[in-house]
């Protein structure tokens, strides 16, 4: 399974790209993932990410596209892939377009998560993550069984440093100015598929699954 999850901060893509991931055993990419997980290590590329994302501005191009081009070419990307949050703009795709021409693969579908601005904040600003092992949560629409304890690793659970509220609206602007042309970008293959994404998780989940099922 080849899949690219498009759309908004907030929008679900790495709710679905995990579980898509799970159940379909194929790596989950993110590349917001692997910025912050740089960072952490105190990497030459996470530490320059850093000023871009810390800010709610997107890392330069040249930077994402030779992390993500190392990561597809890795071992388990043979068995297929869910990227989250790349592409994210127009150089980005035509990129990974080039990059799967060569190595003579396809994406199977593009899925665009529609979601109002409404849930996009109140998504955001409830938004708990595990310190220790990234798990995502919410304070109301998915709550760990123990406030503030994840419930998968017992880690401490925190606000994402970019989900203050004032980073929140320029990741939106930021947003619609670069990533939104993505979709007609991608429209014009005929791979793309929109949803409704202020659904709920599991119903997301099962639209998403028939696509799959209706395309394989
Ligand atoms: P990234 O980490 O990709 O952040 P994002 O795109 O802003 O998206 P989010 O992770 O905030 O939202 P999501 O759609 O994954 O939603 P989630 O499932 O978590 O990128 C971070 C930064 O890194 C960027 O700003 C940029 O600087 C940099 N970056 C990353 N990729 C880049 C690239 N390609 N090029 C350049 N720079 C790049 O859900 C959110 C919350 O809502 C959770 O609490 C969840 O529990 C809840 N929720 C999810 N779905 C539902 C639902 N259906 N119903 C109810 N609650 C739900
Ligand atoms: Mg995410």
Same mark, same amino acid.
């Given at each position: 399974?080849?899949? $690219?999850?498009?759309? *908004?901060?907030?929008?679900?893509?790495? &709710?679905?790209?995990?579980? =898509?991931? #799970?159940?379909? !055993?194929?790596?989950?990419?993110?590349?917001?993932?692997?910025?912050?997980?740089?960072?952490?290590?105190?990497?030459?590329?996470?530490?320059?990410?850093?000023?871009?994302?810390?800010?709610?501005?997107?890392?330069?191009?040249?930077?994402?596209?030779?992390?993500?081009?190392?990561?597809?070419?890795?071992?388990?990307?043979?068995?297929?892939?869910?990227?989250?949050?790349?592409?994210?703009?127009?150089?980005?795709?035509?990129?990974?377009?080039?990059?799967?021409?060569?190595?003579? $693969?396809?994406?199977? *579908?593009?899925?665009?998560?529609?979601? &109002?601005?409404?849930?996009? =904040?109140? #998504?955001?600003? !409830?938004?708990?993550?595990?310190?220790?092992?990234?798990?995502?949560?919410?304070?109301?629409?998915?709550?760990?069984?123990?406030?503030?304890?994840?419930?998968?690793?017992?880690?401490?659970?925190?606000?994402?440093?970019?989900?203050?509220?004032?980073?929140?609206?320029?990741?939106?602007?930021?947003?619609?100015?670069?990533?939104?042309?993505?979709?007609?970008?991608?429209?014009?293959?005929?791979?793309?598929?929109?949803?409704?994404?202020?659904?709920?998780?599991?119903?997301?989940?099962?639209?998403?699954? *028939?696509?799959?099922?209706?395309?394989?």
């Amino acid at each position: 399974m080849r899949l $690219i999850l498009l759309g *908004a901060p907030g929008a679900g893509k790495g &709710s679905q790209a995990a579980r =898509l991931g #799970r159940k379909h !055993g194929v790596p989950h990419i993110s590349t917001g993932d692997m910025f912050r997980d740089a960072f952490e290590k105190k990497t030459d590329i996470g530490i320059r990410a850093h000023g871009y994302w810390g800010q709610g501005e997107l890392v330069p191009d040249d930077v994402t596209c030779s992390m993500v081009e190392e990561r597809l070419e890795s071992g388990d990307c043979s068995s297929g892939f869910i990227f989250d949050g790349f592409p994210r703009t127009i150089a980005q795709a035509e990129m990974l377009t080039a990059a799967m021409e060569r190595l003579g $693969i396809e994406v199977d *579908a593009v899925i665009q998560m529609n979601v &109002s601005r409404e849930t996009i =904040l109140q #998504r955001l600003t !409830g938004r708990r993550v595990c310190e220790r092992c990234g798990a995502n949560f919410h304070v109301k629409n998915l709550p760990p069984a123990k406030p503030g304890v994840c419930d998968y690793c017992g880690g401490g659970l925190v606000r994402r440093p970019d989900d203050e509220r004032d980073t929140i609206l320029n990741r939106l602007r930021v947003y619609e100015e670069r990533t939104a042309p993505l979709v007609d970008y991608y429209r014009r293959t005929g791979k793309l598929v929109d949803i409704d994404a202020d659904k709920s998780v599991d119903e997301n989940l099962e639209e998403i699954t *028939a696509i799959l099922e209706a395309r394989s």
